[in-house]
């Protein structure tokens, strides 16, 4: 099963931080961010986590089923 949505471009852009300023927090290049917000990428529960804690909100707030 495949996440279908994620809002992590919604997040981001609410948190006025750029694609590079988001990779460098969560540690990985800025092409993983585009490929996330693009949805040919789905990120491991390690790299989801990090952005629940960067954004401060729920894992299922960011990503959907």
Request: proline share 2%.
């Amino acid at each position: 099963m495949a996440l279908s949505k994620n809002r992590l471009r919604k997040y981001r852009e609410k948190a006025k931080m750029t694609q590079e300023a988001l990779a460098e927090k969560a540690r990985v290049t800025r092409q993983t961010i585009i490929s996330i917000e693009g949805g040919k990428y789905v990120p491991s529960l390690e790299l989801a986590l990090r952005f629940s804690s960067i954004f401060r909100c729920k894992v299922e707030d960011l990503f959907a089923i």
